[in-house]
């Protein structure tokens, strides 16, 4: 069977392709702004303190309704965001020290709930353990509907607070200034973040959904420096971790979906740093490569000429010997010889003798007037 027709054929593998596509879309998308603000541990933290929630939400209603459980889900991880805030805005306690206080302590209090109910013989509890590393392959139609709705909502949200939420990220001061309420946009965007959060537990798990809301940010933030662009391509990748993800596990039985999918986005991530237009570290390096070759041929240029003018003929031979001593030891010479007798601004006499050109030193002029 072709790869891609299990995507058109399999109601398994279509299924959860869409809902990772649906997951990595509202992750990327509102992950964005996590990064800028430098909050990429708020994604873990929330990611965490839903648990108690989902564990909460069963212990009341008795359901395992997706709706309920995310309800749940959302419930706790807004109450830790709010938490959170309490703690910086009354304590001095820094941002990163209280998401790690709310992120250990509503862990725990869910674990805690999770082996109490897991000593209980009530059977309608098997299978919340598998919101800690999440089970894609068990999503339905519903669960899957459930997601975009909720997506959804976070998308047209965030795109209806566009103005008032690149304010919050880049310049809150200046946004306050001009009567916006940005405690109140603060925990708006944090509780969208949540909302994309809790849509991915079921997929990915409360252990790997931080990485759904970092990665495809860091990976767009290397190919451009504009917000939009940034945003799209954030839920692009993510779209493509999601579906890569869902297809590679369904070739292989036993491979978990939340895992291959984190493994696919880091992929992605991985390729961006090396090879991005904008920042990657290959194309950074051939830049640089670029300029320190060009420097080389300005630097010898310009010796060739400084030799020249204590001469009444500007195209008085020099030993390559006296280029390079003048060099002070930086090599490369020759290579850069060579290199200017390819462009004819230089030529070589005879032996080791070399001289400018009438274009060379028309070069060496205009290169002197500017620095």
């Known amino acids: 069977m072709d790869f891609l027709q299990l995507l058109f054929t399999d109601y398994t593998v279509r299924t959860v392709a869409l809902g990772a596509a649906v997951l990595g879309m509202a992750s990327g998308s509102l992950g964005t702004f996590a990064m800028l603000r430098r909050q990429s541990l708020l994604g873990d933290a929330m990611s965490h303190a839903a648990l108690p929630g989902v564990i909460l939400a069963f212990m009341l209603t008795g359901s395992k309704s997706p709706l309920v459980l995310v309800i749940g889900a959302a419930i706790a991880g807004v109450i830790g965001t709010l938490f959170m805030l309490a703690i910086t805005r009354y304590t001095k306690i820094k941002e990163d020290s209280a998401l790690g206080i709310v992120l ?18 009530d059977a309608r509890q098997a299978g919340l353990n598998t919101f800690l590393f999440g089970q894609a392959a068990t999503m339905l139609v519903r669960d899957i509907v459930t997601m975009v709705v909720l997506g959804g909502i976070a998308l047209v949200i965030l795109i209806l607070y566009w103005k008032e939420f690149k304010l919050l990220s880049f310049d809150r001061d200046f946004g306050a200034s001009l009567g916006y309420p940005m405690t109140y946009l603060d925990i708006l965007l944090t509780s969208l973040l949540v ?11 409360v252990v790997l959904m931080s990485a759904m809301i970092v990665a495809p940010a860091a990976a767009a933030r290397q190919w451009t420096n504009r917000l939009g662009l940034m945003t799209g391509m954030s839920a692009v990748f993510g779209a493509i971790a999601g579906v890569s993800g869902s297809l590679i596990s369904s070739l292989q039985s036993g491979f978990s979906t939340g895992p291959v999918v984190v493994l696919v986005i880091s992929g992605i991530v991985i390729f961006s740093l090396l090879f991005a237009g904008n920042r990657g570290i290959i194309w950074s390096w051939i830049r640089q490569q670029r300029r320190r070759r060009i420097l080389r041929l300005e630097t010898v240029l310009s010796n060739m000429f400084k030799l020249a003018e204590q001469h ?7 030993s390559r010997l006296v280029l390079r001593a003048m060099d002070h030891g930086r090599g490369g010479v020759e290579a850069s010889l060579k290199a200017l007798e390819e462009q004819g601004w230089v030529k070589r006499i005879e032996g080791d003798q070399w001289s ?3 274009a060379g030193i028309e070069e060496a002029r205009q290169f002197a007037r500017q620095s």
């Open 104 to 121: 250990s302590v509503f862990f725990g209090f869910g674990l805690v709930l999770l082996t109490f109910l897991q000593r209980n013989p």
């Open 312 to 318: 009444e003929d500007l195209t008085h031979p020099h």
């Open 195 to 205: 909302i994309a959060i809790v849509i991915g537990l079921q997929a990915v798990g």
């Open 356 to 358: 400018l050109t009438p």
